[in-house]
């Protein structure tokens, strides 16, 4: 099986074990982008490894790699380690696209055998996609070894702190959080007691920050110790990495998802390669 790294990932192309496929990928004096196969892949089985994250040209370059590979006669497994726009997966509001349902039927026009996404946001996106949810556990086991109680940020991220907590034998808690206005996010509510407890927050990404800030600043007030953060994706949009290193947390533990040009010294980067390979042999 050949390996395809698009521009998004080439950050874990040594990480991985395998033979690597290549393509030419150039960009026109226009704009447009140009992808062409190099190797021969005619009736053989192709692992493509992506991202969506911004910007948009990651999913103008993944949906004309996947077209080409197609073309070529390949069989394609795609893996996604980070499904950009998942967070879009319901209308709120009059005149609002669905962009999760529009991405998606980007994927579904071809043929793919299995399609792998890392910690999906949301479950919602199998109502446009047939794709396998795959949750790194383990990697959450490693970063909760030295917390008393694990907490999810909000209800959504209830059942990935239970699912971890019952596996150490540590209590599950959740916060309440509303959203008044996109992109903002208040904790109001939290049903248990933290006081003189080290504190693991959980959660699938950290984007502005205000989610987990607000939850941990709720969780010192009422008198949790030592507050870690682990979450499977780093987006880090806007100021988030400012308002994180001023904050009280201790660590933030990521996987390496995606790549992270600038981190702070709070931050804790966990490949999350062994674990996903590992899950791949099992699947493929």
Request: net charge negative.
């Amino acid at each position: 099986m050949k390996l395809f790294f698009t521009s998004s990932t080439q950050h874990l192309k040594q990480q991985f074990h395998g033979l690597f496929g290549s393509y030419t990928l150039k960009k026109f004096s226009d704009g447009e982008w140009y992808v062409h196969i190099i190797d021969d892949v005619a009736q053989q089985n192709v692992l493509v490894i992506a991202a969506t994250n911004t910007p948009a040209d990651n999913y103008i370059e993944l949906l004309l790699l996947l077209d080409a590979l197609q073309r070529a006669g390949a069989y394609i497994t795609l893996v996604f380690m980070y499904y950009g726009y998942a967070r879009q997966d319901r209308i709120q509001q009059p005149g609002e696209a669905l962009s999760a349902q529009v991405l998606a039927y980007g994927f579904k026009q071809f043929t793919i055998k299995n399609i792998i996404i890392l910690h999906v946001h949301s479950e919602l996106l199998h109502n446009f996609l047939n794709f396998r949810n795959y949750i790194p556990y383990d990697y959450f086991y490693t970063c909760a070894q030295d917390s008393d109680i694990i907490v999810a940020p909000d209800k959504g991220a209830y059942t990935l702190a239970t699912v971890i907590a019952d596996k150490l034998g540590r209590e599950a808690l959740f916060l309440q959080k509303t959203h008044p206005h996109q992109e903002e996010s208040v904790v109001t509510l939290i049903n248990g007691n933290v006081a003189g407890k080290n504190v693991l927050l959980v959660d699938d990404m950290i984007s502005t920050a205000g989610t987990i800030i607000h939850a941990s600043t709720l969780l010192k007030e009422q008198g949790a110790l030592r507050i870690n953060i682990a979450v499977t994706h780093g987006i880090f949009a806007h100021d988030a990495l400012e308002k994180l290193q001023q904050s009280s947390i201790e660590t933030i533990y990521i996987t390496n998802s995606l790549s992270q040009p600038v981190l702070i010294p709070k931050i804790k980067v966990v490949t999350i390669i062994p674990w996903l390979e590992q899950y791949l042999i099992q699947q493929l």
